[in-house]
């Protein structure tokens, strides 16, 4: 059997975020809309107003206070680490232009390819309970690979298409996990794509449900049993999480945790942080 790697980060080999060793490319190549989210308009380029000289936020504890909640929820999978220290080798967008330029282009695709590695980091660890992960492994050193390219490698790659060469991969995981317990009371009432917003889901049996691709925005999911129940793409903003367990929810990711809301009594999945704003 393949061995299985992480990716290199330089300080850390993980996929999260290492905002110290970034050059606040969140801050600067990523747009933003005025909205609930965020006090102004930003294109992408721009760099944030609250962006000091040394790469770092002026007002990062009073985000939320400030109007800035989107920043609080962001979560880059480790790809402004990756881009600053090891595509360009410690080069800062604010050397030159053309820097800037290839830096802002490549950041985003990055941070994708890094999401997706994250989805098959975790598709390793729910089928090699039972299964050869031989196939998974495979595509997780596809996709480092990728992420490894040049600033010109990365700005030629179909990202798409590189999902959608994982998609089967990550189902087929979603449905080995999901098999191994008994399900939920409540898995005929919800499915893929389902319209939960607002819904009433408090002390809800969703065990081994696949909500793939569902609204959840402000649903209630207080006490909800969670345990294998398929959470791939499902939009969490403001969904009330206070008191449920989260440790067995697949494909769950730091990004929607912090978009929801939880308390003390959310239990999270190991290596997730709890949101400062919970």
């Not at 962001?74 to 604010?94: E, I, L, M, P, Y």
């Not at 697949?250 to 003390?264: E, H, I, K, P, Y």
């Amino acid at each position: 059997m393949a061995t299985r790697t992480r990716v290199e980060l330089g300080r850390r080999e993980d996929l999260g975020a290492d905002c110290a060793n970034c050059f606040g490319l969140c801050c600067v190549a990523l747009a933003f809309a005025k909205s609930a989210d965020f006090p102004f308009d930003k294109d992408a380029g721009d760099p944030c107003t609250n962006l000091d000289d040394a790469d770092g936020c002026r007002i990062h504890p009073h985000l939320r206070a400030r109007g800035f909640s989107g920043c609080t929820v962001f979560d880059c999978s480790g790809a402004g680490q990756k881009v600053s220290q090891h595509t360009f080798a410690g080069r800062s967008w604010r050397d030159d232009a053309e820097t800037q330029r290839s830096m802002f282009a490549t950041f985003p695709i990055v941070r994708r390819l890094h999401d997706l590695l994250r989805y098959l980091d975790e598709a390793i660890t729910l089928v090699r309970r039972t299964e050869d992960a031989d196939r998974w492994v495979a595509a997780f050193e596809r996709v480092r690979s990728l992420s490894d390219g040049t600033p010109e490698e990365l700005a030629t790659l179909d990202v798409d298409a590189e999902y959608d060469r994982a998609r089967p991969l990550l189902l087929e995981a979603s449905e080995i996990a999901r098999a191994r317990g008994p399900l939920g009371a409540g898995h005929r009432k919800v499915g893929p794509g389902s319209d939960l917003v607002g819904a009433d889901l408090h002390d809800a049996d969703l065990r081994g449900t696949t909500l793939r691709g569902s609204l959840a925005i402000a649903a209630d999911l207080r006490s909800a049993r969670l345990d294998r129940c398929d959470l791939l793409g499902v939009d969490l903003r403001d969904a009330d999480l206070r008191g449920t367990d989260l440790r067995g929810a697949v494909f769950l990711t730091q990004m929607q945790v912090n978009a929801a809301r939880g308390d003390a009594a959310t239990i999270l999945p190991e290596g997730f942080q709890r949101p400062g704003h919970w």
